[in-house]
């Protein structure tokens, strides 16, 4: 069985598909973005799917993305900020290397903005965004083997904090 070097797991807005991209090319490997193979899967955006199935589905279809990762993928893991709400998701991740990027509300708020491809953040999404992060903040924590911020942060930077965490740990390749 494949183990992942490292899963990203971040409230929207934290930078998962950021620092993952700019994370697998310092380390030389792939990366699994959860959203989009979801995206990839079903060949309709996120939006789209919670819009047209609903969120039961999404869910279900997130879970099944994530679990093949989680049992497969030899490379970086971005999972969605919700996909930790699932109770088999929280004791797969168990056996992983998870690093929770941490942001600040405002921060997050500025990010995400009024963006319609977060489905959960319809409405006011200043609101929504700070009732994910009460009710994910404690999941999140308790997961991480690693937190490191991202507020104020460019990607290249919080990488550098993340490499270290992973060879410490023995579970980082070799920096290219």
Request: charged share 30%.
């Amino acid at each position: 069985m494949a183990k992942a070097i490292a899963v990203i797991i971040g409230a929207p807005g934290s930078g998962k598909s950021t620092v993952g991209e700019a994370l697998v090319r310092r380390l030389g490997v792939d990366l699994l973005c959860t959203d989009t193979e979801i995206e990839k899967r079903t060949g309709k955006p996120i939006g789209d799917i919670f819009i047209e199935d609903g969120e039961e589905h999404f869910r279900a279809l997130e879970r099944e993305v994530v679990a093949e990762g989680l049992r497969s993928w030899e490379g970086v893991i971005a999972v969605g900020g919700g996909a930790v709400l699932h109770e088999d998701t929280q004791k797969d991740l168990a056996d992983h290397h998870v690093v929770y990027l941490h942001v600040e509300f405002g921060e997050a708020a500025k990010r995400v903005g009024m963006d319609a491809a977060r489905p959960l953040l319809i409405g006011n999404p200043r609101t929504q965004l700070r009732k994910l992060l009460k009710e994910r903040l404690p999941i999140y924590e308790g997961l991480a083997s690693v937190t490191v911020s991202t507020t104020g942060y460019h990607p290249e930077e919080i990488v550098d904090e993340i490499v270290p965490a992973l060879k410490s740990t023995g579970t980082g390749k070799a920096e290219k």
